[in-house]
């Protein structure tokens, strides 16, 4: 890496998400490649934590979530379909997620921008930047499928965000 591209990876914004076994992961994905506009689905699917975290913090939040990581899986449960006015995003459930993600936001809460401040509302989005009509039609057709079931969390991930597909900086799988 030139030291150009260090610099580049270190001013990106850092995602953090929460990552989900294989079967579940295939199974939101398989959504998501069915309803996300082809020419905007950069990513599988994921459970995104934190939206814009500084490119300062990196090394704080890589300890951070590799401590985390030293816990139990925590328990989840996809809880219906939600709107996202112009998309559909499988609606979660996991009080031991948000308790995390609540540890990492008191550990890095100056730092934070106000969506990252925001009550979170732990998701999977499947569909995202449609026509609402759109989305309507996907929320009404997925509304009637069977939605409620387990989900397991395998881990945890950091990634640069450069405007399209994510770069990794790290995975932590958890342990305990």
């Not at 914004?13 to 079967?23: D, G, L, N, Q, S």
């Not at 309803?35 to 934590?49: G, M, S, V």
């Not at 730092?111 to 732990?122: E, F, G, I, K, S």
């Not at 026509?131 to 009404?140: F, G, H, K, N, Y």
Request: contains cysteine; aromatic residues 6%.
């Amino acid at each position: 890496m030139t030291d150009s591209q260090a610099a580049v990876s270190r001013a990106a914004p850092i995602i953090v998400t929460a990552e989900m076994a294989a079967a579940d992961e295939a199974w939101a994905d398989g959504l998501r490649r069915r309803y996300f506009p082809p020419e905007r689905n950069h990513l599988p699917a994921h459970i995104t934590l934190f939206h814009h975290l500084p490119p300062s913090c990196e090394q704080e939040l890589k300890a951070v979530l590799a401590d985390l990581a030293r816990s139990a899986p925590p328990a989840a449960w996809v809880d219906g379909v939600i709107s996202l006015g112009r998309g559909v995003a499988l609606a979660l459930r996991s009080p031991a997620l948000l308790e995390q993600r609540a540890q990492i936001a008191d550990r890095f809460a100056l730092l934070l921008t106000p969506q990252d401040r925001a009550t979170p509302r732990l998701h999977i989005t499947v569909q995202n930047k449609v026509d609402a009509s759109v989305a309507r039609a996907t929320l009404a057709e997925l509304s009637i499928q069977p939605m409620s079931r387990p989900l397991a969390i395998k881990g945890l991930a950091c990634w640069h965000y450069r405007g399209g597909p994510w770069s990794l900086i790290a995975r932590y799988s958890f342990r305990g």
